[in-house]
């Protein structure tokens, strides 16, 4: 099959630093693909240039078969759509959940505003009630939602997720990644999930970047990653960290922390 | 007991009569190193800022007793309270983008802190700066010493933070959220650099967050907080055997890589938890 | 019938769960209100603007004296039954002559102000948001036009035109808008890089969509202090302007010139100059509060 997205030699600066280092992936129609580093690794700076933010990029970029040039058209905006790490920074202060939820329908032009609103807060698990309130009277995991719910809007085939979690408790972090996998199945989307956490790119994603200083050092299964079968001792390090402090003390011994 | 805290309450007013932030909470804290743990909300900080009487203006605060080293918070004048806040229980909050003066060099706000709480000459200070780099072991403390905040990364500013908490050689350390802002690796460190410090100086350490698995490894004790109050605290490495089920929740609602689940464990809030 | 009352009854107009879009709208209008209203110096504010509005529209009707018609023989006369607010230096009728005035004064500064802040915003929220060339150019412009003192700009330009309302209207205007596009740039800086703005752009909205529909409304409600704080200077411009003879033309009733033509009273006589400025200086006030209260409700974060 196609891919849905493929990226080669893709390298991006920000003034004089070159932020990303020519990194190339390919991510199937309907699969997850996760992007891992540290921050500075420059796994955000690829999701911003994927989705059009960021214009200042060189290299080749094809989302389903047609190459992104820096200038997107608005079929673009309206096939891959994007969910940021704060909840509350990426909704306008001013605006009704509803108004959120309308814009992109304006834009694009499309019908039946009315009933898409309504079928896209119950697609997330949001009631009719929080239609009409402002996103500072959410909680952050609604407000999530709700931005999950105006990336879907548009009917897109792509869906890039910078950190969607980890600015939420642990406990609504569960639900929301409950929340994209449910939508997933049901939309057949195509996810590039961005985190500096191992264990939510493991849980939600197929196939796994490991990012470090603006290059992709390993690109492997999630199945690998939790087996160990890693090759490039940055991937090992991250999931020997992770392994270890994911586990609450006396889990699993010798910790790391143990005999202290 | 370096704090001893019995049927904390700390109140807001709203609209609609006081909504209680912290309810009845109880602990006390030696030379030891306590976490407490919950959600935004949960009202962690709150407890933890009221013991240097650190709370939003409009808060209402009552307790059975709140006592820092025997003395007693609730009662204590302004200068007595000066006398604990920085130079007897030092903070160390979540952002050090936030909590360093962007246009001071790192070593001149350690030396500051010092000359603040211990006096001596400039030089004195100065040189008392750079020493307290080395201890939260930055490798180059005299480059550190001279650089901005800007020029230094979220780990490095958050070990400026703790040397300059450290300058007056407190008895207690709070720690709100340090790590959150922080990469993996990075996180790590720091708690290990805490937790070593604070063991080696014989200080308390009150480690305030909302990642219990991570928490765990730090502390000797755990509070678990839900909706103000603490409904389960026990020595930190027998979390596995926790019998609250929101603490279970807490373990359980994590994607793990060890134990990979196709869905995760929502957690189901009891209204019970709330009595 | 029953519709209708459904309508305007309070548990629609306050409902949690509004079921429409039109009810959500008159919700927050109603919610608005009742917040604006709890705001008892705001209210106050309201009412003055909206006495002071109606009593000089309703001139002809509230004063039975002609606003030119003189008498030497009483002038300066002290306030009484015949002349409420005593008579000037031409024996004209203070009352009358403020209700008239009103129309000229209070006409001016909404003019001025209807043509100030849409300027301003336009300019400021488009150089904000575009930056770059775009934002140098307007910059530049508007750099240039704060290079001068008002007065002297305003009375060159009326100068350039013909002495009377209608240039002094433009010419305030034309000095009084940097400063807004100078806020409305400001404003618009910090949020255009923001992650909502973002989000706005990958919807795939065009940067004039942005700016008008996202961007201008977080600019209004300092904008509106802005111009509420504002009003009295362009009264006292006015003023200025007519007292040189560039403004309204004598015997035009306008509050700052008739200030100025009685100022050498004011120790003898000082109820001639007093009565204006305490107009002018009770519409500022209640515009000031007005503006302190509409900000509020503006801002759905405070409610």
Known sequence: MADMIDVAALFVRFGSTQAVKGISFRVAPGENFGLVGESGSGKSTVLRALSGLNADWTGHMAIAGTPLTPRRSRDFYRRVQMVFQDPYGSLHPRQTVDRLLSEPLLVHRMDNIETRIRRGLAEVALPDSMRFRYPHQLSGGQRQRVAIARALMSEPDVVLLDEPTSALDVSVQAEVLNLLADLQQAR???????????????????????????????????????????????????RELSVELEEPEGAHDPGLASGR | MLVEIENLRVQFPTATGMSEAVRNVSLTLGQEKLGIVGE???????????????????????????????????????????????????????????????????????????????????????????DLLAQVQIRDPARVAGSYPHELSGGMGQRVMIAMMLAPDPELLIADEPTSALDASVQAEILRLIEDLVSRRGMGLLLISHDLPLVSHFCDRVAVMYAGRIVEELPAGELTRATHPYTRGLLEC?????????RLKVMQRDPSWLI | ??????????????????????????????????????????????????????????????????????????????PSAAHWFGTDELGR?????????????????????????????????????????????????????????????????????????TSAIIAIALTAW???????????????????????????????????????????????????????????????????????????????????????????????????????????????????????????RQR
């Open chain 3, 1 to 78: 019938m029953s519709a209708f009352t459904t309508v305007l009854s309070r548990d629609w107009l306050l409902s949690e769960t509004p079921a429409s879009r039109a009810q959500a709208a008159w919700v927050r209008r109603y919610r608005g209100w009742l917040q604006f209203r709890a705001n008892g110096l705001a209210m106050v504010g309201l009412a003055t603007v909206a006495v002071m509005i109606v009593a000089s529209l309703a001139a002809p009707l509230l004063a039975w004296q002609n606003p030119s018609a003189q008498d030497l023989a009483g002038r300066l006369a002290w």
């Open chain 2, 254 to 262: 994590l994607p793990t890589l060890s134990h990979p689940q196709r």
């Open chain 2, 40 to 130: 935004s909300g949960s009202g962690k900080s709150l407890t933890a800022r009221s013991i240097m009487r650190l709370l939003p203006s409009n808060a209402r605060i009552t307790a059975d007793r709140l006592q820092f080293d025997g003395i007693d918070l609730l009662t204590a004048d302004e200068p007595a309270l000066r006398r604990i806040r920085g130079r007897r229980a030092g903070l160390i909050m979540q952002d050090p983008k936030y909590s360093l003066n962007p246009v001071m060099t790192a070593g001149a706000q350690i030396a500051e802190a010092w000359r603040v709480h211990r006096g001596g000459s400039r030089k004195v200070a100065a040189q008392a700066a750079i």
């Open chain 3, 178 to 300: 940097p400063p807004y596009a100078r806020l409305a740039r400001a404003e618009t800086m910090t949020v255009r890089n923001t992650d909502f703005i973002a989000a706005v752009r990958l919807a795939g909205a065009s940067a004039p969509r942005i700016i008008l529909r996202h961007i201008v409304p977080l600019c209004l409600s300092s904008v509106i202090v802005r111009v509420t704080l504002d009003m009295s200077g362009i009264i006292l411009t006015a003023a200025a302007l007519g007292f040189l003879g560039m403004g309204a033309q004598p015997p035009m009733p306008e509050w700052g010139t008739m200030i100025a033509a009685s100022r050498a009273y004011i120790l003898e006589q000082w109820w001639v100059p007093t009565i204006p400025g305490v107009a002018i200086f009770a519409v500022s006030l209640a515009f000031n509060l007005l503006g302190d209260g509409m900000r509020d409700v503006l801002d759905p």
């Open chain 3, 93 to 165: 009728d203070i009352f009358s002559r403020i209700l008239y005035g009103g129309r000229i004064t209070l006409g001016m500064v909404v003019a001025v102000v209807a043509l100030v802040a849409p300027i301003g915003l336009a300019v400021g929220s488009v150089a904000g948001y575009l930056g770059g060339i775009v934002d140098r150019v307007l910059m530049r412009v508007t750099d240039v036009f704060l290079a001068f003192p008002r007065l002297v700009l305003a009375l060159a330009f009326v100068a350039a035109l013909k002495p009377g309302i």
């Open chain 1, 188 to 238: 057949r989307l195509t996810y590039v999930l961005v985190s500096h956490n191992l264990a939510v790119v493991g849980h939600l994603c197929q196939r796994i970047g490991v990012m470090q200083g603006g290059e992709l050092v390993e690109t492997l299964t999630a199945e690998d990653l939790r087996a160990g079968r890693v090759k490039h001792p940055h991937t090992a390090a991250l």
